[in-house]
């Protein structure tokens, strides 16, 4: 009996132990205008080729003040503490949308997690997530 018991201990950590390996979220997607809404990524990277930069700014909307420029092929990162903007803990997003719906990521401006976020255009023209290893 014991025997069996080993067994059904090794036979059962065989099936489980890859199911685990292969369930690792997948990225984000954008929609087909290059949205993303998916806003629980936590590692960005910027694509804009603009030589001016990604303006990130103090709201969501582009007419609020710009107060941090990050550049092509800088990473970024999301306010996890974003749970301020919904006040809902348990399903807080860092996406926040504009008066016309456009989504805009929370980041951190210098990437220190306790700082005043700012807002970059969450599109696949401007950002892309980075693969967690």
């Known amino acids: 009996?014991?025997?069996?018991?080993?067994?059904?201990?090794i036979a059962t950590s065989i099936c489980v132990v890859p199911a685990v390996v292969?369930?690792?979220?997948?990225?984000?997607?954008p929609d087909r205008k290059g949205d993303y809404y998916d806003g629980q990524w936590r590692e960005w990277l910027v694509v804009d080729r603009d030589r001016k930069g990604l303006n990130c700014r103090s709201d969501a909307n582009g007419n609020y003040s710009v107060?941090?420029?990050f550049?092509?092929?800088q990473k970024i990162y999301v306010n996890t503490q974003s749970y301020?903007?919904?006040?809902d803990k348990e399903n807080f997003s860092m996406i926040k949308r504009d008066r016309q719906g456009k989504p805009w990521l929370a980041v951190l401006p210098?990437?220190?997690q306790y700082e005043k976020p700012c807002f970059v255009r969450a599109n696949s023209s401007f950002i892309k997530p980075i693969p967690r290893n």
């Open 22 to 29: 292969f369930a690792q979220e997948s990225l984000p997607q």
């Open 67 to 69: 107060i941090k420029k």
């Open 71 to 73: 550049y092509n092929s």
């Open 110 to 112: 210098t990437g220190y």
């Open 1 to 9: 009996m014991f025997r069996n018991l080993i067994l059904l201990t």
């Open 84 to 87: 301020l903007l919904t006040g």
